[in-house]
T-cell receptor
């Protein structure tokens, strides 16, 4: 069975600072990995996904993530935080030929002026 | 292209009642998945429908059910509501049920409050 661990529930950064949101996965088969963002009172929006084509994945809004098999990690980064990045971020894993996403608990990102 | 739509956006029910939530997928998408989001349990998979057939089911009691119509629209039903069913119910659609190659697009959700 697959699982996702997102350490910490809240990250606070200053505007312009590096954003680093951690995600570790557990999967017995090669995983597909996703990062979604959720703004207040909205659904989930896909930021980026890893499907084994390239280990460094670039997404929307300047975010990127690197798949590291040896560390079973898929951390999300953005070089310079913007106030509009304040939201909740979810890492998710999918294995097998189905559409069942397993999500982490989510991390709330706050951006200080 | 219009996104995933869910109706209603907000619902208030009392314990013991039943409720039906609706999801209209993106045009051309044939797979619809449902998720429950609560502060305590996070996002949990309920079930997935593809071509009117339930393909996968999460670990929820039988009070939670769903169906999909020939136009790919889906409904989920919760019978005998309990306080713990209060949650944001999210629907996601994808072109097929083919795994990672197929991005799931989420709707805005239906906020269900059970009193």
């Amino acid at each position: 069975a697959q699982s996702v661990t997102q350490l910490g529930s809240h990250v606070s950064v200053s505007e312009g600072a590096l954003v680093l949101l951690r995600c570790n996965y557990s999967s017995s088969v090669p995983p597909y990995l996703f990062w979604y963002v959720q703004y207040p009172n909205q659904g989930l929006q896909l930021l980026l996904k890893y499907t084994s084509a390239a280990t460094l994945v670039k997404g929307i809004n300047g975010f990127e993530a690197e798949f590291k098999k040896s560390e079973t990690s898929f951390h999300l980064t953005k070089p310079s935080a913007h106030m509009s990045d304040a939201a909740e971020y979810f890492c998710a894993v999918l294995t097998g030929a189905n559409s069942k996403l397993t999500f982490g608990k989510g991390i709330t990102l706050s951006v200080r002026p | 292209k219009a996104g995933v739509t869910q109706t209603p956006r907000y619902l208030i029910k009392t314990r013991g009642q039943q409720v039906t939530l609706s999801c209209s997928p993106i045009s051309g998408h044939r797979s619809v998945s449902w998720y429950q989001q609560t502060p305590g349990q996070g996002l949990q998979f309920l079930f997935e429908y593809f071509s009117e057939t339930q393909r996968n089911k999460g670990n929820f009691p039988g009070r939670f059910s769903g169906r999909q119509f020939s136009n790919s629209r889906s409904e989920m039903n919760v019978s005998t509501l309990e306080l713990g069913d209060s949650a944001l119910y999210l629907c996601a659609s994808s072109v097929t049920s083919g795994g990672a190659a197929d991005t799931q697009y989420f709707g805005p959700g239906t906020r269900l409050t059970v009193l």
